[in-house]
Protein backbone atom coordinates (compact mmCIF):
# COMPACT_ATOMS: atom_id res chain seq x y z
CA UNK A 1 0.00 0.00 0.00
CA UNK A 2 1.32 3.41 -0.79
CA UNK A 3 1.81 5.69 2.04
CA UNK A 4 0.47 9.30 1.64
CA UNK A 5 3.23 11.94 2.48
CA UNK A 6 3.41 15.60 4.04
CA UNK A 7 6.34 17.68 3.69
CA UNK A 8 7.20 17.72 7.12
CA UNK A 9 7.19 13.91 7.23
CA UNK A 10 9.40 13.69 3.98
CA UNK A 11 12.09 15.78 5.63
CA UNK A 12 11.52 14.07 8.79
CA UNK A 13 11.82 10.67 6.95
CA UNK A 14 15.10 11.70 5.20
CA UNK A 15 16.50 13.27 8.30
CA UNK A 16 16.04 9.92 9.88
CA UNK A 17 17.73 8.03 7.42
CA UNK A 18 20.75 10.72 6.72
CA UNK A 19 21.43 10.34 10.20
CA UNK A 20 20.77 6.35 10.03
CA UNK A 21 23.45 5.88 7.54
CA UNK A 22 25.99 8.56 9.17
CA UNK A 23 26.04 6.60 12.32
CA UNK A 24 26.17 2.91 10.55
CA UNK A 25 29.28 4.29 8.97
CA UNK A 26 31.04 5.83 12.01
CA UNK A 27 30.29 1.75 13.58
CA UNK A 28 31.25 -0.02 10.51
CA UNK A 29 33.80 1.49 8.24
CA UNK A 30 36.35 -0.32 7.67
CA UNK A 31 40.32 0.97 6.81
CA UNK A 32 40.89 -0.63 2.81
CA UNK A 33 43.78 -3.44 2.90
CA UNK A 34 46.64 -1.17 2.04
CA UNK A 35 48.35 -1.44 -1.69
CA UNK A 36 50.75 -0.07 -3.66
CA UNK A 37 49.04 -0.14 -7.25
CA UNK A 38 45.55 -1.01 -7.30
CA UNK A 39 43.07 1.33 -9.12
CA UNK A 40 40.77 2.53 -6.31
CA UNK A 41 37.13 2.71 -7.70
CA UNK A 42 33.66 3.54 -6.42
CA UNK A 43 31.02 2.41 -8.51
CA UNK A 44 28.11 4.48 -7.79
CA UNK A 45 23.87 3.03 -8.58
CA UNK A 46 21.00 3.47 -6.19
CA UNK A 47 20.30 -0.96 -7.60
CA UNK A 48 22.47 -3.41 -7.02
CA UNK A 49 21.96 -7.91 -6.87
CA UNK A 50 20.46 -9.26 -5.54
CA UNK A 51 17.67 -6.67 -6.11
CA UNK A 52 15.85 -7.15 -9.44
CA UNK A 53 17.05 -4.43 -11.83
CA UNK A 54 19.21 -5.16 -14.83
CA UNK A 55 21.36 -2.29 -14.11
CA UNK A 56 22.38 -3.87 -10.31
CA UNK A 57 23.43 -7.07 -11.53
CA UNK A 58 25.29 -5.53 -14.04
CA UNK A 59 27.22 -3.86 -12.39
CA UNK A 60 27.46 -6.53 -9.59
CA UNK A 61 29.42 -8.52 -12.55
CA UNK A 62 31.20 -5.39 -13.35
CA UNK A 63 32.61 -5.00 -9.68
CA UNK A 64 34.00 -8.30 -9.67
CA UNK A 65 35.47 -8.45 -13.13
CA UNK A 66 36.89 -5.08 -12.02
CA UNK A 67 38.34 -6.84 -9.08
CA UNK A 68 39.50 -9.89 -11.00
CA UNK A 69 41.81 -7.55 -12.75
CA UNK A 70 43.14 -6.07 -10.20
CA UNK A 71 41.47 -3.08 -8.95
CA UNK A 72 40.84 -2.13 -5.40
CA UNK A 73 36.65 -2.07 -5.97
CA UNK A 74 33.94 -0.14 -3.52
CA UNK A 75 30.38 -0.12 -4.59
CA UNK A 76 27.92 2.01 -2.66
CA UNK A 77 24.25 1.60 -2.88
CA UNK A 78 20.85 1.03 -1.64
CA UNK A 79 19.22 -1.78 0.22
CA UNK A 80 17.00 -3.97 -2.25
CA UNK A 81 13.63 -1.89 -3.55
CA UNK A 82 13.45 -1.73 -7.10
CA UNK A 83 11.05 -4.34 -7.62
CA UNK A 84 7.59 -4.64 -5.49
CA UNK A 85 8.60 -5.67 -2.31
CA UNK A 86 8.09 -9.19 -2.05
CA UNK A 87 11.09 -8.85 -4.33
CA UNK A 88 13.21 -7.54 -1.53
CA UNK A 89 15.96 -9.48 -0.29
CA UNK A 90 17.51 -9.16 2.92
CA UNK A 91 21.29 -8.79 2.82
CA UNK A 92 24.19 -7.63 4.52
CA UNK A 93 24.21 -3.86 5.14
CA UNK A 94 28.43 -4.57 4.21
CA UNK A 95 30.09 -6.77 3.00
CA UNK A 96 33.24 -8.21 1.14
CA UNK A 97 32.67 -10.69 -1.47
CA UNK A 98 35.42 -11.90 -4.43
CA UNK A 99 37.14 -8.52 -3.88
CA UNK A 100 34.40 -6.25 -3.58
CA UNK A 101 33.67 -3.77 -0.65
CA UNK A 102 29.59 -3.16 -0.63
CA UNK A 103 27.95 -0.75 1.09
CA UNK A 104 24.20 -0.84 1.15
CA UNK A 105 22.70 2.65 2.73
CA UNK A 106 19.23 3.21 4.34
CA UNK A 107 17.63 4.52 1.85
CA UNK A 108 13.67 5.34 1.98
CA UNK A 109 11.54 2.68 -0.01
CA UNK A 110 8.32 4.45 -0.63
CA UNK A 111 6.48 3.11 -3.87
CA UNK A 112 8.22 4.59 -6.93
CA UNK A 113 4.72 4.54 -9.15
CA UNK A 114 3.81 8.02 -7.04
CA UNK A 115 6.18 10.74 -8.14
CA UNK A 116 6.90 11.94 -4.26
CA UNK A 117 7.45 8.81 -3.93
CA UNK A 118 10.12 8.31 -6.27
CA UNK A 119 11.50 11.69 -5.68
CA UNK A 120 11.87 11.26 -1.73
CA UNK A 121 13.52 7.91 -2.51
CA UNK A 122 15.98 9.52 -4.66
CA UNK A 123 16.39 12.11 -1.95
CA UNK A 124 17.38 10.12 0.47
CA UNK A 125 19.91 8.45 -1.51
CA UNK A 126 21.77 11.29 -2.85
CA UNK A 127 21.97 13.31 -0.13
CA UNK A 128 24.12 10.99 2.57
CA UNK A 129 25.67 9.88 -0.70
CA UNK A 130 27.15 13.00 -1.27
CA UNK A 131 28.14 14.38 1.62
CA UNK A 132 29.18 11.41 3.38
CA UNK A 133 30.68 8.52 0.58
CA UNK A 134 31.98 11.53 -2.34
CA UNK A 135 33.26 15.00 -0.50
CA UNK A 136 34.83 13.40 2.04
CA UNK A 137 36.23 10.24 0.84
CA UNK A 138 37.53 11.27 -2.87
CA UNK A 139 40.94 11.49 -2.64
CA UNK A 140 43.26 9.11 -4.63
CA UNK A 141 39.93 6.87 -6.08
CA UNK A 142 38.01 7.01 -9.88
CA UNK A 143 34.50 6.93 -9.52
CA UNK A 144 31.75 5.94 -11.91
CA UNK A 145 28.50 7.16 -11.88
CA UNK A 146 25.50 5.54 -13.30
CA UNK A 147 22.57 7.27 -14.32
CA UNK A 148 20.25 5.35 -11.71
CA UNK A 149 19.23 7.56 -10.48
CA UNK A 150 18.77 10.46 -13.34
CA UNK A 151 20.52 13.02 -11.06
CA UNK A 152 23.54 10.48 -9.59
CA UNK A 153 25.99 11.86 -12.24
CA UNK A 154 25.68 15.38 -10.99
CA UNK A 155 26.99 14.11 -7.85
CA UNK A 156 30.37 14.08 -9.35
CA UNK A 157 30.23 17.80 -11.36
CA UNK A 158 29.04 19.38 -7.94
CA UNK A 159 31.92 17.68 -6.01
CA UNK A 160 34.67 18.36 -8.79
CA UNK A 161 33.17 22.12 -9.16
CA UNK A 162 34.46 22.33 -5.64
CA UNK A 163 37.67 19.85 -5.56
CA UNK A 164 39.81 17.68 -7.42
CA UNK A 165 37.46 14.74 -8.22
CA UNK A 166 37.60 12.44 -11.10
CA UNK A 167 34.81 10.49 -11.83
CA UNK A 168 33.41 8.71 -15.08
CA UNK A 169 29.99 8.59 -16.32
CA UNK A 170 28.15 5.48 -17.30
CA UNK A 171 24.88 6.33 -19.83
CA UNK A 172 22.24 4.10 -19.07
CA UNK A 173 18.67 5.37 -19.57
CA UNK A 174 18.75 9.39 -21.09
CA UNK A 175 16.91 12.07 -19.06
CA UNK A 176 15.13 13.83 -19.76
CA UNK A 177 14.85 12.76 -22.71
CA UNK A 178 12.82 9.80 -21.68
CA UNK A 179 10.41 11.56 -19.64
CA UNK A 180 9.85 13.99 -22.37
CA UNK A 181 8.69 10.76 -24.91
CA UNK A 182 6.39 9.40 -22.24
CA UNK A 183 4.95 13.12 -22.17
CA UNK A 184 5.79 13.60 -18.29
CA UNK A 185 7.44 16.85 -18.87
CA UNK A 186 6.78 19.18 -21.96
CA UNK A 187 10.22 19.81 -24.55
CA UNK A 188 11.67 22.80 -24.30
CA UNK A 189 9.90 23.72 -20.88
CA UNK A 190 11.52 25.01 -17.77
CA UNK A 191 12.65 21.48 -16.34
CA UNK A 192 13.39 20.06 -19.52
CA UNK A 193 15.87 22.66 -20.14
CA UNK A 194 16.94 22.78 -16.73
CA UNK A 195 17.99 19.06 -16.75
CA UNK A 196 19.88 19.86 -19.59
CA UNK A 197 21.86 22.09 -18.46
CA UNK A 198 22.96 19.74 -15.57
CA UNK A 199 23.57 16.76 -17.80
CA UNK A 200 25.90 19.34 -19.52
CA UNK A 201 27.30 20.10 -16.36
CA UNK A 202 27.34 16.66 -15.45
CA UNK A 203 28.97 15.23 -18.96
CA UNK A 204 31.52 17.99 -19.41
CA UNK A 205 32.61 17.79 -16.19
CA UNK A 206 33.42 14.04 -16.35
CA UNK A 207 37.06 12.80 -17.18
CA UNK A 208 35.43 9.83 -19.70
CA UNK A 209 31.76 8.42 -20.74
CA UNK A 210 30.73 5.44 -21.35
CA UNK A 211 27.76 4.49 -23.28
CA UNK A 212 25.65 1.54 -24.57
CA UNK A 213 25.62 2.41 -28.37
CA UNK A 214 26.06 4.40 -31.15
CA UNK A 215 22.95 6.05 -31.46
CA UNK A 216 23.55 6.93 -26.96
CA UNK A 217 27.16 8.87 -28.06
CA UNK A 218 25.21 10.81 -31.33
CA UNK A 219 22.77 11.71 -28.94
CA UNK A 220 25.17 12.83 -25.72
CA UNK A 221 27.61 15.06 -28.20
CA UNK A 222 24.79 16.48 -30.31
CA UNK A 223 23.31 17.84 -26.63
CA UNK A 224 25.41 18.39 -24.87
CA UNK A 225 28.57 19.58 -27.60
CA UNK A 226 30.67 17.08 -25.72
CA UNK A 227 33.91 15.84 -26.69
CA UNK A 228 33.73 12.66 -28.96
CA UNK A 229 37.36 11.15 -27.71
CA UNK A 230 36.25 10.83 -23.84
CA UNK A 231 32.79 9.05 -25.18
CA UNK A 232 33.42 5.10 -25.37
CA UNK A 233 30.93 2.86 -26.88
CA UNK A 234 31.03 -0.28 -23.73
CA UNK A 235 28.00 -2.76 -24.53
CA UNK A 236 26.27 -4.69 -21.43
CA UNK A 237 26.95 -8.43 -21.56
CA UNK A 238 25.47 -11.78 -19.58
CA UNK A 239 27.87 -14.13 -18.03
CA UNK A 240 27.66 -17.15 -20.05
CA UNK A 241 28.19 -18.57 -17.04
CA UNK A 242 25.78 -17.94 -14.90
CA UNK A 243 23.14 -18.21 -17.85
CA UNK A 244 23.15 -21.53 -20.07
CA UNK A 245 20.96 -23.49 -22.68
CA UNK A 246 18.59 -25.56 -21.19
CA UNK A 247 16.37 -28.14 -22.93
CA UNK A 248 12.69 -27.18 -22.51
CA UNK A 249 11.69 -30.32 -21.41
CA UNK A 250 13.88 -30.37 -18.69
CA UNK A 251 13.02 -27.00 -17.29
CA UNK A 252 11.09 -26.89 -13.89
CA UNK A 253 8.90 -24.05 -15.13
CA UNK A 254 8.04 -25.50 -18.41
CA UNK A 255 6.82 -28.27 -16.88
CA UNK A 256 4.73 -26.54 -14.46
CA UNK A 257 3.28 -24.16 -16.56
CA UNK A 258 2.58 -27.03 -19.73
CA UNK A 259 5.09 -25.14 -21.92
CA UNK A 260 7.04 -28.12 -22.94
CA UNK A 261 4.77 -29.41 -25.69
CA UNK A 262 3.37 -25.92 -27.42
CA UNK A 263 5.75 -24.00 -28.99
CA UNK A 264 6.47 -20.74 -26.59
CA UNK A 265 7.28 -17.46 -27.10
CA UNK A 266 8.83 -15.63 -23.79
CA UNK A 267 8.91 -12.16 -22.92
CA UNK A 268 10.88 -11.07 -19.32
CA UNK A 269 11.80 -7.75 -17.46
CA UNK A 270 10.24 -4.66 -17.27
CA UNK A 271 6.96 -4.06 -18.49
CA UNK A 272 7.20 -0.31 -18.71
CA UNK A 273 5.61 2.56 -19.93
CA UNK A 274 7.57 2.52 -23.05
CA UNK A 275 6.94 -0.69 -24.25
CA UNK A 276 4.23 -1.47 -26.79
CA UNK A 277 2.41 -4.99 -26.11
CA UNK A 278 -0.87 -4.39 -27.87
CA UNK A 279 0.56 -5.79 -30.93
CA UNK A 280 2.17 -8.77 -29.20
CA UNK A 281 -1.31 -9.63 -27.86
CA UNK A 282 -2.94 -8.78 -31.61
CA UNK A 283 -0.93 -11.87 -32.09
CA UNK A 284 -1.40 -13.92 -29.54
CA UNK A 285 -4.87 -13.44 -30.72
CA UNK A 286 -4.03 -14.71 -34.02
CA UNK A 287 -2.46 -17.69 -32.83
CA UNK A 288 -5.76 -18.79 -30.48
CA UNK A 289 -6.53 -21.76 -31.96
CA UNK A 290 -3.08 -22.91 -33.00
CA UNK A 291 -0.39 -25.10 -30.77
CA UNK A 292 1.23 -22.04 -29.18
CA UNK A 293 1.83 -20.13 -25.81
CA UNK A 294 2.74 -16.43 -24.88
CA UNK A 295 4.22 -15.94 -21.58
CA UNK A 296 5.16 -12.87 -19.73
CA UNK A 297 7.20 -12.37 -16.76
CA UNK A 298 7.96 -9.28 -14.64
CA UNK A 299 6.61 -5.88 -13.37
CA UNK A 300 6.26 -2.23 -14.40
CA UNK A 301 3.99 0.12 -15.11
CA UNK A 302 1.94 -1.44 -17.79
CA UNK A 303 1.52 -4.96 -15.59
CA UNK A 304 -2.24 -4.11 -14.43
CA UNK A 305 -3.11 -3.14 -18.03
CA UNK A 306 -1.33 -6.01 -19.43
CA UNK A 307 -3.38 -8.31 -17.09
CA UNK A 308 -6.50 -6.71 -18.62
CA UNK A 309 -6.24 -6.81 -21.41
CA UNK A 310 -5.41 -11.05 -21.25
CA UNK A 311 -8.92 -10.99 -19.61
CA UNK A 312 -10.99 -9.09 -22.22
CA UNK A 313 -9.61 -10.84 -25.02
CA UNK A 314 -9.89 -14.08 -23.46
CA UNK A 315 -6.70 -14.87 -24.46
CA UNK A 316 -6.32 -18.27 -22.81
CA UNK A 317 -2.78 -18.88 -24.72
CA UNK A 318 -1.22 -16.29 -22.55
CA UNK A 319 0.54 -16.36 -19.41
CA UNK A 320 1.19 -13.33 -16.83
CA UNK A 321 3.77 -14.14 -13.52
CA UNK A 322 5.98 -11.53 -12.05
CA UNK A 323 9.27 -11.22 -11.51
CA UNK A 324 11.61 -14.52 -11.55
CA UNK A 325 13.39 -15.05 -8.36
CA UNK A 326 17.48 -15.01 -9.68
CA UNK A 327 18.02 -18.62 -8.59
CA UNK A 328 14.96 -19.69 -10.87
CA UNK A 329 15.84 -17.51 -13.35
CA UNK A 330 17.92 -20.00 -16.02
CA UNK A 331 15.20 -22.43 -15.70
CA UNK A 332 12.67 -19.85 -16.74
CA UNK A 333 13.99 -18.59 -19.71
CA UNK A 334 15.63 -21.85 -20.75
CA UNK A 335 11.32 -22.68 -21.05
CA UNK A 336 10.24 -21.33 -24.07
CA UNK A 337 11.36 -21.84 -28.05
CA UNK A 338 11.86 -18.72 -28.79
CA UNK A 339 12.70 -14.61 -26.59
CA UNK A 340 11.49 -11.29 -27.79
CA UNK A 341 13.40 -8.36 -27.19
CA UNK A 342 11.91 -4.69 -27.84
CA UNK A 343 12.78 -1.04 -27.86
CA UNK A 344 10.11 1.60 -28.81
CA UNK A 345 10.48 3.96 -32.05
CA UNK A 346 12.35 7.50 -31.26
CA UNK A 347 14.06 5.65 -28.22
CA UNK A 348 16.82 4.83 -29.59
CA UNK A 349 19.97 6.29 -27.76
CA UNK A 350 17.87 7.46 -25.25
CA UNK A 351 17.80 3.67 -23.69
CA UNK A 352 19.17 0.24 -25.26
CA UNK A 353 17.71 -3.25 -23.67
CA UNK A 354 20.15 -5.04 -22.05
CA UNK A 355 17.72 -8.15 -21.76
CA UNK A 356 19.30 -8.98 -25.76
CA UNK A 357 22.47 -10.23 -23.87
CA UNK A 358 20.54 -12.02 -21.40
CA UNK A 359 18.27 -13.57 -24.51
CA UNK A 360 21.46 -14.43 -26.43
CA UNK A 361 23.03 -16.01 -23.48
CA UNK A 362 20.24 -18.70 -23.63
CA UNK A 363 20.69 -20.29 -27.12
CA UNK A 364 16.94 -19.28 -28.45
CA UNK A 365 16.33 -17.51 -31.18
CA UNK A 366 15.33 -13.91 -30.69
CA UNK A 367 12.16 -11.89 -32.22
CA UNK A 368 12.92 -8.80 -32.19
CA UNK A 369 10.59 -5.44 -31.85
CA UNK A 370 11.95 -1.77 -32.90
CA UNK A 371 11.78 1.25 -35.51
CA UNK A 372 13.46 -0.07 -38.60
CA UNK A 373 16.73 1.54 -38.41
CA UNK A 374 16.76 0.65 -34.58
CA UNK A 375 20.58 -0.49 -33.47
CA UNK A 376 18.63 -4.01 -32.41
CA UNK A 377 17.64 -4.46 -35.86
CA UNK A 378 21.14 -4.56 -36.87
CA UNK A 379 22.29 -6.58 -33.73
CA UNK A 380 19.77 -9.63 -34.36
CA UNK A 381 19.02 -9.67 -38.28
CA UNK A 382 22.99 -8.94 -39.20
CA UNK A 383 24.45 -11.72 -37.05
CA UNK A 384 21.28 -14.37 -37.96
CA UNK A 385 20.08 -14.82 -34.58
CA UNK A 386 16.57 -14.14 -35.04
CA UNK A 387 13.89 -12.00 -36.51
CA UNK A 388 13.14 -8.46 -36.81
CA UNK A 389 9.45 -7.29 -36.67
CA UNK A 390 7.92 -3.78 -36.78
CA UNK A 391 6.44 -2.18 -34.13
CA UNK A 392 3.21 -2.41 -35.36
CA UNK A 393 3.31 -5.77 -37.58
CA UNK A 394 1.13 -8.54 -35.65
CA UNK A 395 0.51 -10.38 -38.80
CA UNK A 396 4.50 -10.11 -39.24
CA UNK A 397 5.04 -11.43 -35.70
CA UNK A 398 2.47 -14.74 -36.58
CA UNK A 399 4.38 -15.31 -39.90
CA UNK A 400 7.41 -15.32 -37.68
CA UNK A 401 6.21 -17.83 -35.02
CA UNK A 402 4.66 -19.77 -37.78
CA UNK A 403 7.80 -20.13 -39.52
CA UNK A 404 10.02 -20.99 -36.57
CA UNK A 405 7.31 -23.89 -35.13
CA UNK A 406 7.23 -24.96 -39.33
CA UNK A 407 11.16 -24.95 -39.38
CA UNK A 408 12.23 -25.72 -35.68
CA UNK A 409 15.94 -26.68 -37.20
CA UNK A 410 16.73 -23.50 -38.10
CA UNK A 411 14.76 -22.02 -34.79
CA UNK A 412 17.78 -24.13 -33.46
CA UNK A 413 20.23 -23.11 -35.63
CA UNK A 414 19.79 -19.10 -35.14
CA UNK A 415 19.79 -20.17 -31.07
CA UNK A 416 23.16 -21.75 -31.54
CA UNK A 417 24.72 -18.56 -33.25
CA UNK A 418 22.97 -16.21 -30.62
CA UNK A 419 25.48 -18.54 -27.68
CA UNK A 420 28.27 -17.98 -29.97
CA UNK A 421 27.71 -14.15 -30.35
CA UNK A 422 27.25 -14.14 -26.70
CA UNK A 423 30.48 -15.50 -25.82
CA UNK A 424 32.40 -14.04 -28.24
CA UNK A 425 31.73 -10.38 -28.32
CA UNK A 426 28.88 -9.67 -25.15
CA UNK A 427 31.03 -11.31 -22.04
CA UNK A 428 31.68 -9.63 -19.23
CA UNK A 429 35.38 -10.45 -19.86
CA UNK A 430 34.97 -8.47 -23.25
CA UNK A 431 33.33 -5.41 -21.52
CA UNK A 432 34.73 -5.36 -18.19
CA UNK A 433 38.52 -5.63 -19.76
CA UNK A 434 37.18 -2.48 -21.74
CA UNK A 435 36.02 -0.81 -18.54
CA UNK A 436 39.28 -1.20 -16.75
CA UNK A 437 40.84 0.82 -19.39
CA UNK A 438 38.26 4.29 -19.18
CA UNK A 439 38.73 4.03 -15.90
CA UNK A 440 42.38 3.74 -15.99
CA UNK A 441 42.20 6.90 -18.07
CA UNK A 442 39.63 8.82 -15.85
CA UNK A 443 42.05 8.22 -12.86
CA UNK A 444 44.91 9.14 -14.51
CA UNK A 445 42.68 12.83 -15.40
CA UNK A 446 43.04 12.46 -19.14
Known amino acids: MTRKLSFSSILSRISRYSYRTTMADATNEQTPTLSSTPMKVVILNHYYAPDVASSGHLLFELAEELARLGADVQVVTSRPSYGPPESWQECPRREMKNGVDTLRMNVTRFNKDSIIGRLVNIVSFLVPLTFFHVLPKRKGKVFLYTTNPPFLGFVGGFSSFLFRHNYAVLLHDAYPDIAVWLGKIKKNGFIDRFWHWCNKFMYNRAKQIIVLSEAAKELVIKHYDTDPERIHIIPNWADPEDLKPMEKKDCTFAKEHDLVEPFTLLYSGNLGLYYKFDMILDAAEQLKDENFKLVFTGAGGQRDALEQQIKERNLTNTLLFGYTPQEKFNDALGSCDCLMVSIAEGIDGISFPSKLYTCLSIGKPIVAFSAPESELRT ?33 KAMGERARILLETEYSIEASGGKYFEVLKLTDSGV
Do not use: H
Open 379 to 411: KVEGNNVGYWVALDDPDGLVACVREMMANPEKA
